[in-house]
T-cell receptor
Framework: EPEVTQTPSHQVTQMGQEVILRCVPI?????FYWYRQILGQKVEFLVS????????KSEIFDDQFSVERPDGSNFTLKIRSTKLEDSAMYFC??????????????FGPGTRLTVT | GQQVMQIPQYQHVQEGEDFTTYCNSS?????IQWYKQRPGGHPVFLIQ?????EVKKQKRLTFQFGEAKKNSSLHITATQTTDVGTYFC?????????????FGSGTRLLVRP
């Protein structure tokens, strides 16, 4: 069964450093998302991406964050200058369709980001 | 903005007991989705409800969507240790070209063997 993959599984970085989290969505999916989950808390939407551009972003997704789909398979989340409060699990998700039908989203296993 | 709330936050049951989690949205939803997250895992889609008053069953799990499409519930009959995890409801917030999921706070289910 196709699945979303994410690398690395765990990233430790120092405050102020840049990190890039990588995701390979399911190949025939068209809509891509990043969510984050601080330990023990709910899953929070960061950004959605469709047709090579951002569709929607949350208040969390400030100028320090950016997303890219550099080729036909990868989908990346970059944090330019990490802060302690960026420590969380970051989930990539993809879906085949969206709009009113609200198709299910498939989540990757996540990247645990630890900022020290 | 749209908010999705869930109760209870935690539920600790004896294996074989039933379990219910409730989800309430501040706005009417076009549909509602339920996800399960095992400890240390990622959210896994369980089901989507679309119609007002809809009830769907998956083995021991029963999902219900309220008549006003603002609330939902998940009921597990005769829990098993494999049911352990956090159950999230999620409502879509539609935009022009896509949607984002607004997750509830989740209900963490612990099952004593």
């Amino acid at each position: 069964e196709p699945e979303v993959t994410q690398t690395p599984s765990h990233q430790v970085t120092q405050m102020g450093q840049e990190v890039i989290l990588r995701c390979v969505p399911i190949s025939n999916h068209l809509y891509f998302y990043w969510y984050r989950q601080i330990l023990g808390q709910k899953v929070e939407f960061l950004v959605s991406f469709y047709n090579n551009e951002i569709s929607e972003k949350s208040e969390i997704f400030d100028d320090q964050f950016s997303v890219e789909r550099p080729d036909g398979s990868n989908f990346t989340l970059k944090i330019r200058s990490t802060k302690l409060e960026d420590s969380a699990m970051y989930f990539c998700a993809s879906s085949i369709r969206s709009r009113t039908s609200g198709y299910e989203q498939y989540f990757g296993p996540g990247t645990r980001l630890t900022v020290t | 903005g749209q908010q999705v709330m869930q109760i209870p936050q935690y539920q600790h049951v004896q294996e074989g007991e039933d379990f219910t989690t409730y989800c309430n949205s501040s706005t009417t939803l076009s549909n509602i989705q339920w996800y399960k997250q095992r400890p240390g895992g990622h959210p896994v889609f369980l089901i989507q409800l679309v119609k007002s008053g809809e009830v769907k069953k998956q083995k021991r799990l029963t999902f219900q969507f309220g008549e006003a499409k603002k609330n939902s519930s998940l009921h597990i009959t005769a829990t098993q240790t494999t049911d352990v995890g956090t159950y999230f409801c999620a409502g879509p917030l539609l935009m022009d070209s896509s949607y984002k999921l607004i997750f509830g706070s989740g209900t963490r289910l612990l099952v004593r063997p």
